[in-house]
């Protein structure tokens, strides 16, 4: 083998070494920009979806609601309303909603933290839906002040 064969043996892992850096440090660049771009982006749109909070409407009066098996339970809460609401809602459908969701529930189902959050997010759910006019949500949570079983 002569010098200049040699040469440029030596040579061409050199280029491919140059190359296969530069392609890597391309990769890098692209990847980390498209990743900053997408939480930048998801970071937007998670704020607008949610709302403002606004006044939290206490509702005066305990419900007593009968459960099955001749229990009862004793249930008051207050909404969290959204800063779109311009006064106080009015409590009487939530009152309502919250009698349909717990007539008729077992001890059982009430006992436990899974059961009751399950059901809280069912009559949160209700009352959101109920309490949204023209797209605009006007209560967005609902807040136990007293959940008693008997």
Known sequence: MSQDDKTAVAEAPKKSKKMLMIIVAAVVVLS???????????GDSAEAKTPEKGVVTAIDEALTINLADGHYLKLAFSLQQT??????????EALELAIDEYTGKTLAELS???????????????????????????????????????
């Open 32 to 42: 980390g920009g498209g990743a900053g771009a997408f939480f930048m982006l998801k």
């Open 112 to 150: 436990t933290e899974k059961g009751r959050e399950e059901l809280k997010k069912e009559l949160t759910a209700k009352i959101v839906k109920a309490y949204t006019e023209e797209d605009k949500k006007m209560v967005m949570g609902v807040y136990y002040t007293a959940f008693v079983t008997q």
């Open 83 to 92: 800063a779109d609401a311009a006064e106080a809602v009015d409590t009487s």
